[in-house]
């Protein structure tokens, strides 16, 4: 039975462009592996995430996305904090080499 445990999380952080800082991937219940999954800006604070799609000629359609707000929010707390931590570092990091 699923418990909606988070493993493995990735980041990968980019260059901002429109709002998108970086990309996450994870392991769901050690049974299902979630990639390309975007860490955006909140205008007024903070992050969200999008999941990914793909177009046809009838449009768009997701790949993969939470169908309930209980995962949706294990997902997005896991991976903000995983990402925060991640781009922490990083700012220590280049910090020290710009001495």
Same mark, same amino acid.
């Given at each position: ?12 952080? !980019?260059?901002?462009?429109n @709002?998108?800082? %970086? ?13 390309? $999954? %975007? ?5 007024? %604070? @903070?992050?969200?995430l &999008?999941?990914? &799609?793909?177009?046809?000629?009838? @449009? ?10 209980? $995962? ?6 896991? !991976? ?6 991640? &781009?922490?570092?990083?700012? %220590? ?7």
């Amino acid at each position: 039975m699923p418990n909606n445990h988070i493993s493995e999380i990735q980041i990968v952080p !980019v260059r901002p462009d429109n @709002g998108l800082v %970086g990309f996450a991937s994870l392991v769901l219940d050690n049974a299902l592996h979630l990639s390309s $999954i %975007g860490i955006y800006t909140r205008p007024q %604070g @903070g992050y969200r995430l &999008t999941y990914p &799609t793909r177009k046809n000629t009838q @449009g768009s359609f997701h790949i993969f996305y939470p169908i309930n707000k209980q $995962i949706a929010d294990v997902i997005e707390q896991s !991976v903000i904090a995983e990402f925060e931590k991640v &781009t922490k570092l990083y700012v %220590g990091h280049h910090s020290i080499n710009t001495k």
